[in-house]
């Protein structure tokens, strides 16, 4: 199987197996979002359960 890139780019597998990615809402309109908001979206999240076994297929070797 092949890995998708613009996956792997995105993507991080932990070293318990988890996906983490990143926030959405952070790329734009910034100004209108608190100092508070921008800095919980800077952090990373583990993936949502309901997206994992996508995510697993696009990264089938970790990222």
């Known amino acids: 199987m092949k890995t998708r890139k613009a996956?792997?780019?995105r993507l991080?597998?932990?070293g318990t197996g988890k996906i983490?990615?990143?926030h959405a809402?952070?790329?734009h309109l910034r100004r209108r979002k608190?100092?508070?908001s921008m800095r919980h979206l800077q952090r990373?999240?583990?993936a949502a359960p309901a997206d994992v076994k996508?995510?697993?297929r696009t990264?089938?070797?970790g990222a």
Request: hydrophobic share 40%; glycine share 4%.
């Open 12 to 14: 991080k597998v932990t």
């Open 54 to 56: 996508a995510m697993r």
């Open 25 to 27: 809402h952070i790329g």
């Open 44 to 46: 990373v999240e583990a």
């Open 7 to 9: 996956a792997a780019k």
């Open 34 to 36: 608190s100092k508070r």
């Open 59 to 61: 990264v089938p070797y």
């Open 20 to 22: 983490v990615t990143r």
